[in-house]
Nanobody, 115 residues
């Protein structure tokens, strides 16, 4: 069984930065595609960053140039660096990691951006 735990959320002023971490533990044999999602109240969950096994990142236009996803396979950790934060970025941020062909989700970490 695999567990994912996100951390790094909190309250930040608009224009500020925040770095989220997602650590995987348990029976991990291969670390595949990773992604960060967010869900705001009353809105659908949306992908904000993804990174392939080979390290290729992908971002939607809403965060491109502001968010950076990275991974440290040796530490079973995925990061999300968020810069120039806006009030619209307020949400619960969740990570998803595919391990041995199975998608695993964390419980999320709240990021609140004050304007």
């Amino acid at each position: 069984q695999v567990q994912l735990v996100e951390s790094g959320g909190g309250l930040v002023q608009a224009g500020g930065s925040r770095r989220l971490s997602c650590v995987a533990s348990g029976r991990i044999f291969s670390f595949e595609t990773c992604g960060w999602y967010r869900q705001a109240p009353g809105k659908q969950r949306e992908l904000v960053a993804a990174i392939t096994t080979g390290g290729r990142p992908n971002y939607p236009d809403s965060v491109k140039g502001r968010f950076t996803i990275s991974r440290d396979n040796a530490k079973n950790t995925v990061y999300l660096q968020m810069n120039s934060l806006k009030a619209d970025d307020t949400a619960v941020y969740l990570c998803k990691i595919r391990i041995s062909g199975i998608d695993n989700w964390g419980r999320g970490t709240q990021v609140t951006v004050s304007s």
